[in-house]
C-alpha cells in the first residue's frame, strides 16, 4: 500500500510550515510543482504549486533561497517553508527550459552551458598560444 505523507505544519490552524533546516531537504519539481521531502525520511515536508506557467521546473538551490522557474516564469522560494518571495514572469523573454545560475549554484543546465563555454574558452587560448 503507498504511503502518503501530508506536510508538517506548526498546527492546524496555520497553513504555514514548520521550517526545517534545508541541508535536511531533498527538493523535486514538475508539472508547475515544487516539493522538499525530508532526506531522511522522504517524508513531504512542504509543496508549492507555480501560479503561472506549466510543466517543466528548473531549481537552483541559492544558500538561502530556492529558484523555480517554470515556462517563462521565475519564482524564488524560501527553502526551509516553501513559501513564495517573489516572482517575475520575465515578460518578453520567451518560453522553454531556463538555465539558472548564480555565485552560489548552477542548475544542471546550467552546468552544461557553462562546460561547453569553458571548453570554447580553452580552445580559443590554445589556438591563441599556438598562433601567438
Given at each position: ?16 510550515p ?12 514538475f ?27 528548473v ?18 522560494l ?6 513564495q518571495m517573489?516572482?517575475n ?13 548564480s ?24 589556438h591563441?598560444?599556438a598562433?601567438?
Amino acid at each position: 500500500m503507498a504511503q502518503s505523507f501530508e506536510p508538517d505544519y506548526l498546527n492546524e490552524g496555520d497553513r504555514t510550515p514548520a521550517a526545517v533546516d534545508p541541508a535536511d531537504l531533498v527538493f523535486v519539481g514538475f508539472n508547475k510543482r515544487v516539493c522538499a521531502l525530508h532526506r531522511d525520511t522522504g517524508e513531504l515536508v512542504w509543496s508549492w504549486k507555480a501560479p503561472e506557467g506549466s510543466g517543466y521546473v528548473v531549481l537552483l538551490y541559492d544558500s538561502d533561497r530556492l529558484i523555480a522557474s517554470v515556462q517563462g516564469y521565475t519564482y524564488c522560494l524560501d527553502p526551509a517553508t516553501g513559501a513564495q518571495m517573489w516572482g517575475n514572469p520575465l515578460k518578453g523573454m520567451g518560453l522553454g527550459v531556463p538555465c539558472l545560475a548564480s555565485i552560489s549554484g548552477v542548475s544542471s543546465t546550467g552546468v552544461q552551458a557553462m562546460a561547453a563555454m569553458e571548453a570554447q574558452q580553452q580552445q580559443a587560448a590554445s589556438h591563441s598560444a599556438a598562433h601567438g
